[in-house]
Nanobody
Framework: QVQLVDSGGGLVQAGASLRLSCATSGRTFTDTNLAWFRQAPGKERVFVADIKRSGGVYYADSVKGRSAISRDNAKNTVLLQINNLKPEDTAVYYC??????????????????WGQGTQVTVSS
């Protein structure tokens, strides 16, 4: 079992930056693959970024070039920095985790554990 607690969301103006944090517990952190998804009102939950246990990262086109995902193995935490926020980034952001060796990085069904979500609202 893995427990995830998301934080760091808020109300910001377009062009600002936010750093989301996900604290994990319950399983060896270094054995865990971690990702961020987001869900806008009335839409499906979609992939944002992930970081494998090996450290490899992958980003959705919508945030590529203005975001960075990182993991702190000493603090069992994964971070997502998003810069130059846009109104279309408004969503609830969820941290997700799995312990699989092979999986689809962008598929919600391949992640076993989820945080409670943190709201990000970007005003124009």
């Amino acid at each position: 079992q893995v427990q995830l607690v998301d934080s760091g969301g808020g109300l910001v103006q377009a062009g600002a930056s936010l750093r989301l944090s996900c604290a994990t517990s319950g399983r060896t952190f270094t054995d865990t693959n971690l990702a961020w998804f987001r869900q806008a009102p009335g839409k499906e939950r979609v992939f944002v970024a992930d970081i494998k246990r090996s450290g490899g990262v992958y980003y959705a086109d919508s945030v590529k070039g203005r975001s960075a995902i990182s993991r702190d193995n000493a603090k069992n935490t994964v971070l997502l920095q998003i810069n130059n926020l846009k109104p279309e980034d408004t969503a609830v952001y969820y941290c997700a985790a799995n312990s699989k060796l092979h999986y689809s990085r962008t598929s919600t069904t391949d992640y076993e554990y989820w945080g409670q979500g943190t709201q990000v609202t970007v005003s124009s």
